[in-house]
């Protein structure tokens, strides 16, 4: 897993933020953004640390809130590093790469029971790098406000629009992501509106 100093390195790579008007080059160092970045690499630094030790990692050294778990030991382990890391700022400072683990063992499962292989394997390798990169994400989950009193079959959440050799043409939007601006990747669900058609089945990160 990446120290705290290259995941705050890593988020100076030309992303577009804006807040109040203003274009933050740099979501590390600007003042309305820096804190939240430095609480995030206290997390993975934190890993490191051996007074962090029981907290975060299980007994083969691995971060308890990043593998898969497989017996009710494990899940505990999960609530505990969650827990644990959560109640330092009264909770403030919550979207770790844990949550968006958490949310990609769901889609994990789903997949899995599809039974497609090579969707299988996609989410698995991607799982796989979460784990070991500490990747983090967000999972944007609400209409977008232009969306608020249209009827599920008019909204403009994601869809596929074409279909390529190269793969799928997705157009759409969502909202309320958490920590958006300081995230590795977006993980796109058709988690609301319903599904009303089969186009809007699409999962991407």
Not at 103 to 121: F, M
Request: glycine share 8%; aromatic share 6%.
């Amino acid at each position: 897993m990446r120290t705290g100093a290259e995941f705050r390195e890593s988020r100076n790579d030309g992303r577009q933020v804006w807040a109040g008007g203003e274009k933050i080059n740099d979501v590390s160092t600007h003042p309305a953004t820096h804190a939240v970045v430095d609480a995030l690499a206290e997390w993975y630094d934190a890993h490191k640390n051996p007074a962090w030790k029981d907290q975060l990692l299980n007994k083969a050294g691995e971060p308890k809130g990043l593998v898969i778990p497989k017996s009710s030991d494990d899940l505990w382990d999960l609530h505990q590093s969650l827990r644990d890391w959560a109640v330092r700022n009264a909770g403030n400072i919550t979207h770790t790469p844990v949550e968006a683990h958490c949310i990609l063992l769901s889609i994990r499962d789903c997949v899995h029971a599809g039974g497609n292989k090579e969707r299988i394997a996609a989410v698995d390798a991607y799982r796989d790098k979460m784990q070991r990169e500490g990747r983090l994400a967000t999972v944007p989950f609400a209409p977008p406000q232009t969306d608020r009193f249209r009827p599920p079959h008019e909204r403009i959440t994601p869809k596929v629009v074409k279909e390529t050799d190269g793969g799928v043409v997705v157009s759409g939007a969502l909202g309320l992501g958490t920590s958006i601006a300081y995230v590795d990747d977006i993980i796109c669900t058709p988690t609301t509106p319903p599904i009303t058609t089969p186009e809007r089945a699409v999962w991407f990160a």
